[in-house]
């Protein structure tokens, strides 16, 4: 008896070349730029589109790393598997982390981005930059990595300091791996809620396009 012949799933149709992501914010920068260029008044009325895409990034940026890191590794059932990859991530992250200092140190220097606009550097508030600065250079390697040890679980989440949401996430999830059988509950009740906010940030990177739209250049 012959079997039944399997149909092939058919393929998902194709997006439009004006509907992918990269496209339309590709289009939404020229737009941006072209916008604050000739009409400067009316692109700073839009600004607050961007500054609103900003914070809903940031406002899904803790629960979508402590969800992932928590639930990947309570997953891992061999706990030396989870060490070798943490190396590994921290080596990547060190590795790419110095490579963006220099590749924005030779941006600075070279291309000198913001040159020739039409802006007073004495309108400036340089104390913003002052402060960060002060702390950076009173900052040492013990104080940085005491810093990233939140005072308390909810702190981490609420200053939304990405560090401390890594490194409680990390022991939350080996906790959860540790624990075995009991702590299925709490793993699946995590897995459950990645798919809500997953789908919420989805949303949020489908209005990127808009974030670019206040965005102000002055002629020289």
Same mark, same amino acid.
């Given at each position: 008896?012959?079997?039944?012949?399997?149909?092939?799933?058919?393929? @998902?149709?194709?997006?439009?070349?004006?509907?992918?992501? #990269?496209?339309?914010? +590709?289009?939404?920068?020229?737009?941006?730029?072209? +916008?604050? &260029?000739? #009409?400067?008044?009316?692109?700073?009325?839009?600004?607050?589109?961007?500054?609103?895409?900003?914070?809903?990034?940031?406002?899904? *940026?803790?629960?979508? *790393?402590?969800?992932?890191?928590?639930?990947?590794?309570?997953?891992?059932?061999?706990? &030396?598997?989870?060490?070798?990859?943490?190396?590994?991530?921290?080596? #990547?992250?060190?590795?790419?982390?110095?490579?963006?200092?220099?590749?924005?140190?030779?941006?600075?220097?070279?291309?000198?981005?913001?040159?020739?606009?039409?802006?007073?550097?004495?309108?400036?508030?340089?104390?913003?930059?002052?402060? #960060? =600065?002060?702390?950076?250079?009173?900052?040492?390697?013990?104080?940085?990595?005491?810093?990233?040890?939140?005072?308390? *679980?909810?702190? =981490?989440?609420?200053?939304?300091? *990405?560090?401390?949401?890594?490194?409680?996430?990390?022991?939350?999830?080996?906790?959860? @791996?540790?624990?075995?059988?009991?702590?299925?509950?709490?793993?699946?009740?995590?897995?459950?809620?990645?798919?809500?906010?997953?789908?919420?940030?989805?949303? &949020?990177?489908?209005?990127?396009?808009?974030? &670019? +739209?206040?965005?102000?250049?002055?002629? @020289?």
């Amino acid at each position: 008896m012959l079997a039944p012949p399997i149909r092939s799933a058919s393929p @998902a149709p194709r997006k439009a070349f004006y509907a992918k992501p #990269y496209v339309q914010v +590709l289009a939404a920068i020229v737009l941006g730029v072209a +916008l604050g &260029h000739f #009409y400067p008044e009316l692109g700073e009325s839009v600004k607050p589109l961007g500054d609103a895409f900003i914070r809903l990034v940031k406002m899904i *940026i803790a629960p979508v *790393i402590f969800l992932t890191i928590a639930t990947g590794i309570a997953g891992v059932n061999d706990l &030396h598997k989870v060490g070798r990859v943490a190396s590994k991530a921290m080596v #990547y992250f060190l590795t790419f982390s110095t490579l963006a200092l220099i590749v924005g140190l030779v941006v600075a220097n070279v291309v000198q981005p913001g040159a020739g606009l039409n802006i007073d550097p004495a309108s400036l508030d340089a104390s913003t930059v002052n402060t #960060y =600065a002060a702390k950076a250079h009173e900052q040492s390697v013990t104080g940085f990595l005491m810093n990233i040890i939140p005072s308390t *679980i909810v702190g =981490a989440f609420a200053q939304g300091d *990405i560090l401390q949401v890594l490194f409680f996430s990390v022991l939350f999830g080996i906790a959860l @791996a540790l624990v075995a059988e009991t702590g299925k509950p709490v793993v699946c009740f995590l897995q459950a809620v990645i798919a809500p906010v997953f789908k919420l940030a989805a949303g &949020h990177l489908a209005r990127a396009p808009l974030s &670019h +739209l206040g965005e102000r250049v002055k002629p @020289a």
